[in-house]
Structures are given as C-alpha cells and as structure tokens.
C-alpha cells in the first residue's frame, strides 16, 4: 500500500499530557498537510509543508502545536500539555507539485485523540 | 477569506435513484478548484470529482457529476443511480489555483436506502 499512512489511529490521553503523531506521505510528493476535524464539522487547516520547509500555519495551531518534518519525508504534530478541547480527529494529506498538480489531496485514515 | 456552506446536514436516497448535494462558496478570487470529496465511515477521504473554474464544462466522473454555477458561486454534485457503497459524509472544498490548500464545508451525510 503506497497511501498515506497515520500512526497511531487511537490515541487516549489525560489532560495535560503530551502526544505526538506520525505521518508518512506518499513517497514522492513534496506537500504535506495537517487538517483537524471535530465531530460534525469539516476538516480545517493547520499547517503545511513543502518538503522540509513549513510554509504556512494556522491561528488554530497555537503554541502548544508543533509540526515538523524534518527530511522531507515523514511528519510529526506533537502537542503539548492536551486540552479537552484538543480532542479531535488529526488528518494528514499530500500531494504533488509541479505538472503533476492537480490541486487534489490524498488523505491518510487519520489519528483520533481522545482528552480525558 | 474564503468560506465553503453546504446548507444540507443529512440527506437521504433510494437505491438507484438521483440525488443533489448543494454547496455555495464565497472567493473573490477568479481562477481557483473546487472539489467534492466522500468519506466513508473510518475510511479515508477521497476525491470524488474536481471542477476547474475556468472551465465552463461541468465536470463528471461515472456516476457523479457537477453543476457548476460560477456567477452564481454555486457547485453541486449529482449522484445517479445511487449504490449502497455511495453512502457516506461528503464534503465540497475550495482551494485556490495553486495551493492546495483546501477550506471544507460543513458535509452532507447521504444515507442509501434499500
């Protein structure tokens, strides 16, 4: 399977705690995203990366949040001391660049993370 | 900023029947994508059909086709012959020419009745 892959799919935590996801892209795109999506509602953005470079973030990942990928390859969000309201359903995404562009996403199963 | 509405929170069809998901999106952009994606229940998001705006010719994909107002800043999606494996959230997104970001709506949970 070449798909993008999340890890973990579960995740239980107290609050306060501090948990980190994984995010492998499928191997030869360069864009990588990370969207939340809450019960009910649509997936929103959080941030992206164009190879190693994050190019942009959201005001929803504030500084508990963080994000990297740091060979160009794989992913990690981690955040920090988890809130009730950090509860939610994390997704990656990637997508080529270039001609092969199509302004389509290809998404992972996602990690759902569960605050007590 | 760019917001995507999609006014219908569930919706329900008959097997093999038609049915419409209505979306409206608000850009003051000219050139950008828009996109109907289905995710199925604890299964990945997938594409089901793209529109360029700049194309006049509404798109379709088998069974799945688009009415794709752009004045009107409207795009629908229409399911023919509806299958069970067709049941699922479907969300219609936005992005501009050249970054993928996208902005969700909301979703439609289409259910498919026997």
């Known amino acids: 399977d070449t798909g993008v892959s999340q890890n973990p799919r579960h995740k239980i935590t107290k609050r306060g705690q501090n948990v980190t996801f994984r995010c492998d892209p499928i191997s030869e795109h360069n864009r990588l995203y990370w969207y939340r999506q809450t019960l009910g509602q649509g997936p929103e953005f959080l941030t992206y990366f164009q190879n190693e470079a994050q190019l942009e973030k959201s005001r929803l990942l504030s500084d508990r949040f963080s994000a990297e990928r740091p060979k160009g390859s794989f992913s990690t969000l981690e955040i920090q001391r988890t809130e009730q309201g950090d509860s939610a359903m994390y997704l990656c995404a990637s997508s080529p660049v270039g001609q092969r562009a199509t302004g389509e996403l290809f998404f992972g199963e996602g990690s759902r993370l569960t605050v007590l | 900023a760019q917001t995507v509405t999609q006014s219908q929170p569930e919706m329900s069809v008959q097997e093999a029947e038609t049915v419409t998901l209505s979306c409206t999106y608000d850009?003051?952009?000219?050139?950008?994508?828009l996109f109907w994606y289905k995710q199925p229940p604890s299964r990945q998001m997938i594409l089901v059909i793209r529109q360029e705006a700049y194309k006049q010719q509404n798109a379709t994909e088998n069974r799945f086709s688009v009415n794709f107002q752009k004045a009107a800043k409207s795009f629908s999606l229409k399911i023919s012959d509806s299958q069970l494996g067709d049941a699922a959230m479907y969300f219609c997104?936005?992005?501009?020419?050249?970054?993928?970001?996208?902005?969700f709506g909301t979703g439609t949970r289409l259910t498919i009745i026997p």
């Open positions: 997104a936005y992005c501009d020419f050249g970054n993928e970001k996208l902005t």
């Open positions: 850009t003051s952009e000219s050139d950008y994508y």
